[in-house]
């Protein structure tokens, strides 16, 4: 037998797994919608030119590039000017994330569009990253945003979604937010405004590898001593968010324009969330929240999971004239992301799934043959009839067979009809669990199976 093989940071997803992904996507896709959000798809792959120069050089460096045709590397490696073919072997690429294909869409249907243009979208994404727990090749976002409005009140929205699918997941969260503003103002008094990027991706490993070594990302980047002190005093601020602003106005960051733009943003979507949901303490600032991608140019949001050791399982942020790289300026735009393999771990490690997920048939009819037959086709047919998932076996085999069937598939009851059932008008439904049976006619069964 072959040692057959997938690769590395991508996953098969068996029937089990699929109906918990379902459910997730399920659940978050009705609150897109209940929040006015429209469905949008976009391919798989764009060229090069609209991926690359968007996520900074370490996106860049994760983008998996496509081979063009074989018929292109041919000549390539026959040609003595392979060396200018080489450069055009790639034209494409998988996308990064789904933000900037979406940034694409708009500037290319801008006439048709009515703005704000509020979109979900549930799609995979593609990142040379090193696989590890929680950490794909090939994982989904499930993505909303809504460009063509300067609004904060979109910001609060955003953050009601989030909240609302996780509570409907009964998943504790915390919704982490920043401002982007701040951390350029930071950039800007500490003299290093123009390395902005360098010192936001920096600031983003923090999680991840600690202040001791994020201080020596920021010496590998050339940031002199006295710059990286700074730094780790603004991360070192802690509190509430009102104790925070509070601190950095000790400090004397306030005083920078960008930072007072970026508190007074901060301010308002609180005042905005409040107004429309009330007070959740799940909703904290956090100064070290950098999220080192370019775009973001206000808020940035990013949602953690309280009970299980994981990497963000949410983000997003603000982010003004983003379509403008695509030649329509102008247009600011804000989105959140949910990153559902991530939320799957936890949901799966916490055994959140409803247990109506774990098994997509409810019943099964045991086959006996004979004249019970067309008694069995006949209630399946009913049931399924009803809004109830049933299966027949397919064949009258033995009866401990189809029983292992079910209890393989965790189908939670078993209906049998012999010929006693049969002239009786009755089946037998039978608790796979609970090793309970009732007699019932087919109109109590269907409301047995109902409730």
Same mark, same amino acid.
């Given at each position: 037998?072959?040692?057959?093989?997938?690769?590395?940071?991508?996953?098969?997803?068996?029937?089990?797994?699929?109906?918990?992904?379902?459910?997730?996507?399920?659940?978050?896709?009705?609150?897109?919608?209940?929040?006015?959000?429209?469905?949008?798809?976009?391919?798989?792959?764009?060229?090069?030119e609209?991926? +690359?120069?968007?996520?900074g050089?370490?996106g860049?460096?994760?983008?998996f590039?496509?081979?063009?045709?074989?018929?292109?590397?041919?000549?390539?490696?026959?040609?003595?000017?392979?060396?200018?073919?080489?450069?055009?072997?790639?034209?494409?690429?998988?996308?990064?994330?789904?933000?900037i294909?979406?940034?694409?869409?708009?500037?290319?249907?801008?006439?048709?569009?009515?703005?704000?243009?509020?979109?979900?979208q549930?799609?995979?994404?593609?990142?040379?990253?090193?696989?590890?727990?929680?950490?794909?090749?090939?994982?989904?976002?499930?993505?909303?945003?809504?460009?063509?409005?300067?609004?904060l009140?979109?910001?609060?929205?955003l953050?009601?979604?989030?909240?609302?699918?996780?509570?409907?997941?009964?998943?504790?969260?915390?919704?982490?937010?920043n401002?982007?503003?701040?951390?350029?103002?930071l950039?800007?008094?500490?003299?290093?405004?123009?390395?902005?990027t360098?010192? +936001?991706?920096?600031?983003?490993?923090?999680?991840?590898?600690?202040?001791?070594?994020?201080?020596?990302?920021?010496?590998?980047?050339?940031f002199?001593?006295?710059?990286?002190?700074?730094?780790?005093?603004?991360?070192?601020?802690?509190?509430?968010?009102?104790?925070?602003?509070?601190?950095?106005? +000790?400090?004397?960051?306030?005083?920078?324009e960008?930072?007072?733009?970026?508190?007074?943003?901060?301010?308002?979507?609180?005042?905005?969330?409040?107004?429309?949901?009330?007070?959740?303490?799940?909703?904290?600032?956090?100064?070290?929240?950098?999220?080192?991608?370019?775009?973001?140019?206000?808020?940035?949001?990013?949602?953690?999971?309280?009970?299980?050791?994981?990497?963000?399982?949410?983000?997003?942020?603000?982010?003004?004239?983003?379509?403008?790289?695509?030649?329509f300026?102008?247009?600011?735009?804000?989105?959140?992301?949910?990153?559902?393999?991530?939320?799957?771990?936890?949901?799966?490690?916490?055994?959140?799934?409803?247990?109506?997920?774990?098994?997509?048939?409810?019943?099964?009819?045991i086959?006996?043959?004979?004249?019970?037959?067309?008694?069995?086709l006949?209630?399946?047919?009913?049931?399924?009839?009803?809004?109830?998932?049933?299966?027949?076996?397919?064949?009258?085999?033995?009866?401990?067979?189809?029983m292992?069937?079910?209890?393989?598939?965790?189908?939670?009851?078993?209906?049998?009809?012999?010929?006693?059932?049969?002239?009786?008008?009755?089946?037998?439904?039978?608790?796979?669990?609970?090793?309970?049976?009732?007699?019932?006619?087919?109109?109590?069964?269907?409301?047995?199976?109902?409730?």
């Amino acid at each position: 037998m072959s040692n057959v093989s997938i690769p590395k940071g991508t996953r098969d997803f068996g029937p089990d797994v699929m109906r918990k992904r379902n459910y997730l996507f399920a659940v978050i896709r009705n609150a897109f919608i209940q929040y006015g959000f429209e469905p949008l798809e976009t391919p798989a792959m764009e060229n090069i030119e609209t991926l +690359t120069g968007k996520y900074g050089d370490e996106g860049d460096k994760l983008m998996f590039r496509i081979l063009n045709n074989g018929e292109i590397l041919e000549k390539a490696k026959s040609s003595e000017t392979n060396n200018s073919l080489i450069k055009n072997v790639s034209e494409k690429a998988l996308r990064y994330d789904l933000t900037i294909p979406f940034a694409r869409y708009v500037a290319m249907n801008r006439v048709t569009l009515a703005f704000p243009f509020r979109r979900y979208q549930m799609q995979a994404v593609w990142r040379a990253d090193r696989p590890q727990k929680g950490r794909f090749r090939e994982f989904y976002q499930c993505d909303a945003d809504v460009v063509g409005s300067n609004s904060l009140l979109n910001e609060a929205e955003l953050i009601a979604v989030y909240l609302d699918v996780f509570k409907s997941l009964n998943l504790n969260v915390e919704i982490r937010l920043n401002n982007r503003k701040i951390l350029a103002g930071l950039a800007n008094l500490i003299g290093a405004a123009e390395r902005l990027t360098d010192m +936001t991706i920096a600031i983003d490993k923090l999680d991840k590898i600690e202040w001791s070594g994020v201080k020596q990302e920021l010496e590998k980047a050339n940031f002199t001593s006295e710059q990286i002190a700074k730094i780790e005093a603004y991360l070192s601020i802690k509190g509430t968010w009102k104790e925070q602003i509070a601190q950095l106005h +000790t400090i004397g960051l306030a005083s920078d324009e960008q930072v007072a733009k970026g508190i007074a943003e901060f301010e308002e979507v609180m005042r905005l969330y409040q107004s429309m949901c009330g007070t959740n303490d799940s909703i904290v600032m956090d100064l070290t929240l950098a999220r080192g991608l370019n775009y973001y140019t206000g808020t940035i949001i990013e949602v953690k999971a309280k009970d299980v050791a994981m990497g963000s399982i949410g983000g997003g942020g603000r982010y003004d004239d983003l379509t403008g790289i695509f030649g329509f300026p102008n247009m600011s735009g804000v989105g959140i992301s949910f990153g559902l393999d991530r939320i799957y771990a936890v949901m799966d490690e916490l055994n959140l799934f409803p247990q109506e997920v774990v098994s997509a048939t409810k019943a099964l009819l045991i086959q006996f043959g004979g004249v019970a037959e067309p008694v069995c086709l006949n209630t399946v047919r009913q049931l399924r009839m009803n809004g109830i998932a049933a299966e027949i076996y397919p064949s009258a085999e033995k009866i401990k067979k189809q029983m292992e069937y079910a209890n393989k598939k965790q189908i939670p009851f078993v209906i049998l009809i012999g010929d006693t059932e049969v002239a009786q008008e009755k089946v037998i439904l039978k608790n796979m669990q609970s090793g309970d049976q009732q007699l019932l006619s087919l109109a109590e069964l269907i409301q047995a199976l109902k409730n």
